[in-house]
């Protein structure tokens, strides 16, 4: 159903002649269903957008385990720096860390790999692009 609405640029600039009362209805709808989904998912794209952490996580998805010194060596960064970025990621389940005698390595979770493949894949392939 559309209805026609009264132009009324001097209160909000709308130039928009009809409204479409169902797609708003059901973009409502939509958003509000999603509305968890969409506050997690804006929670774990903030972590990741901090340079540090998506090389980080970049490099853990490429080499698969990596302890703190390597990543350390890698990012030209001290140890304890790196090792607050992996206990944030760690924190929010993006990595994970396994222990073998005095080293603990980090890995990228599987449940992230799907959510951060498109961002990799850009870096991968399309680095002019950004």
Partial sequence: MIYYLWFMEEENNCIRKEADLNQIKRCR???FEAE???STLT???SLVS?????KIL???QAEERLCVCDLSDILNMTIPAVSQH????KDRDFVKAEKEGQTIFYSLRDDHR???APFF???NHQPETI
């Fill in 86 to 89: 992996l206990r944030k990621l």
């Fill in 43 to 45: 929670d774990k794209l």
């Fill in 114 to 116: 799907e959510l951060l």
């Fill in 36 to 38: 968890e989904v969409v």
């Fill in 58 to 60: 970049y490099v853990l």
């Fill in 121 to 123: 894949n850009l870096l």
């Fill in 50 to 54: 901090n340079t540090t952490r998506l």
């Fill in 29 to 31: 709808q939509q958003i």
